[in-house]
């Protein structure tokens, strides 16, 4: 198959998926696979659809997600729950970081 084809049925299937979260009201993140972060105050950082941690310290944690990497930093920082896709982190969070 020709790269020009390709890329044309790339274009297509993003905009099929538009179009279905449109009619359907889903949010993107949950058909695109897109990170989802949520941030509590200081002191909680949920987030949706990440696909690795590269590295977990107590003052680091950081994330590969589709979008590119999430850093996550603080002080006393750990994983309270982690689940298939998703995850909180607790402790005093001072940044957070997207990098493509």
């Known amino acids: 198959m020709r790269w020009y084809k390709v890329k044309r049925a790339m274009r297509f299937s993003k905009k099929l998926k538009n179009r279905f979260n449109e009619i359907t009201d ?44 999430v850093s996550v930093e603080g002080n006393d920082l750990c994983i309270n729950e982690i689940g298939e896709g998703e995850m909180l982190i607790r402790g005093k969070i001072t940044s957070l970081t997207l990098d493509e």
């Open 26 to 69: 889903i949010s993107e993140e949950l058909t695109m696979g897109l990170a989802k972060i949520i941030i509590l105050g200081n002191q909680e950082c949920m987030i949706e659809n990440y696909k690795g941690i590269i590295q977990y310290e107590n003052q680091k944690i950081i994330l590969k997600t589709i979008n590119g990497i």
